[in-house]
């Protein structure tokens, strides 16, 4: 396997008596979208902080594109965009002017700035607006004109706090599809923190779920759902159009099949707990026993489930 972009190690900080993170250990790889999920005061920013090189660890190291944040935090920040939740612009100024200060903050030779500011206008999605003054922009525009600075140093990993915070449904899918299509064309590693778990099931690879300074579990939403539920599975619920009777020869020789876990008959529904989907066999079972089918339905669970059952742990 290739090497993290993005590697934690027991890392840890304490404010005081107060372990604001502690013991953390993470890899994240090139072109991931990664979530950093949780709670206020779960120690999503002080690790960003901390990645960044804006705060010491107290314990543990974070490697950013292989620098080490603590030692080397100058180059750390030439190769990681940084985007928080609260964003500034000089209001007075126009979309092309805000983002041309930013590039050359950023150091970019001045006659490279109006083709840079230019294409990520265009990426963006604000090439019409760009000469409108930003005190006219909407908290969705401000958001991509955000992303834009970030993008202007041509980062190897953007990180990004809460960027759908206050944007409109259709604002929100935008953004959300433009991340995504940028990190696929461009190999771009993007970590997004955010409290809106539908906006982060839609866009990441895979999510860390962090609580009270600890990362209680990560991976891809299936595999998590996978551990976390692993008692219940996948549901496929079979309506059947008249009842079953209470001894049903069929559910005996059900029951004998590898994939299915625990076989529930409530009236007309059967419901099977499955280690894996096996819907397509299922019905083909029914429908050659005889039976008419009134519906089928898949219960998967989600990130809202996999987020609830944590904070019912360990509250
Ligand atoms: N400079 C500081 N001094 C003292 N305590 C701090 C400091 N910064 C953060 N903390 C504490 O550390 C804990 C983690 O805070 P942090 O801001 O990292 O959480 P968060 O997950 O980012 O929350 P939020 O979503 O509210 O920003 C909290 O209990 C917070 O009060």
Redesign the pocket.
């Known amino acids: 396997m290739m090497d993290p972009i993005i590697q934690l190690q027991d890392l840890s900080k304490c404010?005081g008596s107060?372990k604001?993170v502690d013991q953390l250990s993470l890899d994240i790889y090139k072109g991931e979208i990664f979530g950093l999920l949780?709670p206020?005061?779960?120690?999503?920013?002080?690790?960003i902080l901390m990645m960044l090189g804006l705060t010491d660890p107290t314990s543990g190291s974070a490697f950013v594109c292989g620098y080490n944040a603590t030692s080397n935090p100058i180059s750390v920040k030439r190769k990681v965009g940084y985007m928080p939740d609260s964003l500034g612009f000089y209001d007075n100024m126009t979309a092309q002017e805000n983002l041309s200060y930013i590039a050359r903050l950023n150091g970019i030779p001045e006659k490279e700035i109006g083709k840079r500011t230019a294409e990520l206008m265009e990426i963006v999605g604000l090439s019409s607006v760009s000469n409108k003054k930003t005190s006219t922009f909407s908290r969705g525009m401000k958001q991509r004109l955000g992303l834009a600075d970030v993008l202007i140093k041509q980062p190897d990993v953007i990180i990004l706090d809460e960027p759908t915070l206050g944007i409109d449904p259709s604002g929100v899918k935008e953004f959300l599809t433009l991340i995504k299509r940028l990190s696929k064309e461009q190999e771009l590693t993007v970590l997004l923190?955010s409290h809106h778990l539908h906006h982060v099931q839609q866009v990441c690879d895979r999510v860390g779920i962090?609580v009270g300074?600890k990362l209680l579990a990560h991976g891809n939403i299936d595999a998590l759902s996978g551990s976390l539920f692993n008692s219940e599975g996948l549901i496929v619920s079979i309506q059947l159009a008249a009842d079953i009777p209470q001894i049903w020869p069929f559910k005996q020789e059900l029951e004998q099949w590898e994939s299915i876990k625990q076989i529930r008959v409530n009236d007309s529904t059967v419901d099977f707990e499955c280690k894996q989907d096996i819907t397509p066999a299922l019905v083909r079972f029914f429908v050659e026993k005889g039976y008419d089918i009134l519906g089928v339905h898949q219960k998967k669970y989600g990130l809202d489930d996999i987020y609830e059952k944590y904070f019912e742990d360990i509250n």
């Open positions: 404010y107060k604001a949780g206020n005061g779960a120690g999503k920013t002080t690790t923190s962090f300074g």
